[in-house]
């Protein structure tokens, strides 16, 4: 088990396909297009603030095909609600540039807000970077003022490292913020799928 997880229960596909159903979210690896499609419908005006996105949202350089989110670099998964299909939240996790660790990062729908959908589905993600892509360690950072983030990283047990750094976002906005680790000493490689992440 990982936390409500049973490990057993993390399924992992061809080409890249990995999912998990839990009481309450679908979770899958999504597509470049769908993942673009569905951070249209999640990003409102704070989380692109909150995220350097600006009003047409993150760059995705077009490569003329629609691969998975799912590379060395690391992972993006969706979560949707299992009646309606209806998109709940987005979180991944990719390489930092700053230090190679890997950093979790996340959006969740606006009228999904406060009802723990975020903090589920960052638990869902969570179980598979330790138990099956076997990632020690995940990494995550939020603004010093940015409240919501910080209880949704202590919520899924991420605890917070000493000091504040300063953080340059992807529109050239330059915050200070704090910095948060998810340990798991027991994390295990369970992907058989080469090109998958690796801690």
């Not at 229960?9 to 690896?29: D, M, N, P, Y």
């Not at 629609?66 to 690391?74: L, N, S, T, Y």
């Not at 991420?158 to 798991?184: I, K, M, N």
Request: glycine letters at 12%; charged letters at 25%.
């Amino acid at each position: 088990m990982f936390g409500n997880v049973a490990v057993s229960a993390l399924k992992c596909g061809f080409g890249g396909a990995h999912g998990v159903t839990s009481a309450r979210l679908e979770l899958s690896i999504p597509r470049v297009r769908e993942l673009l499609d569905a951070w249209a419908q999640l990003a409102d005006a704070e989380a692109r603030f909150r995220l350097g996105w600006g009003e047409d949202g993150p760059y995705v350089e077009e490569t003329g095909t629609d691969p998975m989110v799912i590379a060395d670099e690391g992972a993006e998964f969706l979560a949707r609600d299992p009646q309606t299909g209806a998109v709940v939240a987005s979180v991944g996790f990719g390489r930092s540039e700053d230090d190679g660790f890997m950093e979790v990062g996340g959006l969740v729908h606006p009228a999904f807000r406060r009802f723990g959908f975020g903090r589920e589905a960052l638990e869902l993600v969570c179980a598979f970077a330790h138990q099956h892509f076997g990632i020690v360690e995940l990494r995550a950072k939020c603004e010093t003022d940015n409240e919501a983030s910080r209880r949704w990283l202590a919520a899924a047990g991420f605890l917070p490292v000493e000091g504040v750094v300063t953080h340059t976002l992807p529109d050239g906005r330059t915050a200070a913020v704090l910095r948060w680790r998810h340990l798991d000493p027991t994390a295990q490689r369970r992907c058989k799928q080469r090109f998958m992440p690796v801690g």
